[in-house]
């Protein structure tokens, strides 16, 4: 039976800039913990703390780009790409464009704090 998401929830997100989390399906909003999808909106020189989460995350950016920092180097996404990142990769986003970006982030299992491992030094 189809279920509508009438609106997301506001989550708190990490970082220098206060970035927006609209959560659609996940822990919080839907009660799901096998995937979380998410609208971000962040700022212009957001940075978030580096991380070694325990999900998948895929995320597809429609506006601006958003900078994808792994252990490999530094990946920058544009408006119209996508990027995956595996769980147990390091990894620290950010959003360097005076624009900031927004983009759409799929965790599998779901996002929770409890399994992204944020670096403390970060």
């Known amino acids: 039976m189809p279920r509508l998401i009438e609106q997301p929830v506001i989550v708190k997100a990490a970082g ?27 700022p ?43 769980p147990g990769e390091w990894v620290r986003y950010s959003t360097p464009d005076p624009d900031g970006a927004e983009y759409i982030a799929v965790c599998t299992p779901a996002f929770s704090p409890e399994t992204v491992h944020r670096d403390e030094e970060s």
């Open 44 to 86: 212009g020189g957001w940075v978030e703390p580096a991380q070694t989460p325990d999900f998948r995350e895929m995320s597809v950016v429609l506006k601006g780009t958003l900078q994808v920092e792994t252990r490999e180097g530094i990946c920058e996404v544009k408006a119209g790409q996508a990027i995956v990142l595996e």
């Open 16 to 42: 220098n800039k206060p970035k927006q989390i609209e959560e659609f399906v996940g822990r919080v909003n839907s009660g799901d913990e096998s995937i979380s999808i998410a609208r971000m909106v962040s």
